[in-house]
């Protein structure tokens, strides 16, 4: 377990040390949140891996350009719980918001989608990130378990630099393909704290595969 530790805190020292330096970079990613009791939203302090959501819950990705600390894009307003899955739902149901974002926002100036709201029927004990792979394939992880697309969108990148990514895109496709993504680019401190759970989920089960193997 000390070991698991420390790989995640190494994984994510270099976004932490942007932040302490005063470093103002933005990043492309999709961001995790959570409704709270006025239909508006909160960045959500637990992955989608990990959160289990309870029947009459708001959640929601959005796809940004975020700063690290307090500059975080928000999914749009889209009325709360009861705008989208009515008053009295006939079975315990989520209300789950994907915010494609804006041109923007957007990676090489792909169109993004139309925003989806939608009220997804509630397993006992799912969490959030099983409801999205049943209502948005195909999902898009990078090899650390980070969620880099919902819906297939995008179809490249997971977590860049703009700045470093906007130079390069069109030279020499260093944003990563479809399917498990290469890296391309700097993986920020939203990221981490907004689906870091997702990783870590995939790292225990390389220290228990380790433990057997011993």
């Given at each position: 377990m000390a070991c698991l530790?420390?790989?995640?805190?190494?994984w994510a020292a270099p976004g932490a040390a942007h932040a302490a330096d005063g470093d103002e970079t933005a990043y492309r990613y999709w961001s995790f949140w959570t409704g709270d009791a006025d239909g508006g939203w909160?960045?959500?302090?637990?992955?989608p891996g990990t959160l289990r959501p309870g029947a009459g819950d708001l959640?929601?990705?959005?796809?940004g350009v975020s700063g690290e600390r307090d500059d975080r894009t928000a999914p749009r307003d889209t009325g709360g719980f009861a705008a989208i899955c009515g008053a009295e739902p006939a079975e315990p149901s989520v209300a789950l918001v994907l915010d494609f974002g804006?041109?923007?926002d957007a990676?090489?100036?792909v169109t993004p989608p139309e925003r989806r709201a939608e009220c997804v029927p509630l397993p006992d004990r799912a969490t959030v990130a099983e409801l999205l792979a049943e209502v948005a394939p195909p999902l898009r992880y990078d090899q650390a378990g980070l969620l880099c697309g919902i819906a297939g969108y995008p179809e490249r990148g997971c977590g860049e630099d703009v700045g470093a990514t906007d130079e390069t895109d069109d030279s020499n496709g260093a944003n990563g393909s479809?399917?498990?993504d290469d890296g391309?680019?700097?993986v920020g401190v939203p990221l981490l704290v907004g689906v870091g759970a997702v990783a870590l989920l995939?790292?225990?089960g390389w220290a228990r595969a380790r433990r057997r193997r011993s």
């Open positions: 530790a420390a790989l995640l805190i190494s909160v960045y959500a302090d637990e992955g959640v929601g990705f959005r796809f804006t041109a923007a990676p090489g100036g479809n399917g498990a391309g680019g700097s995939g790292l225990a």
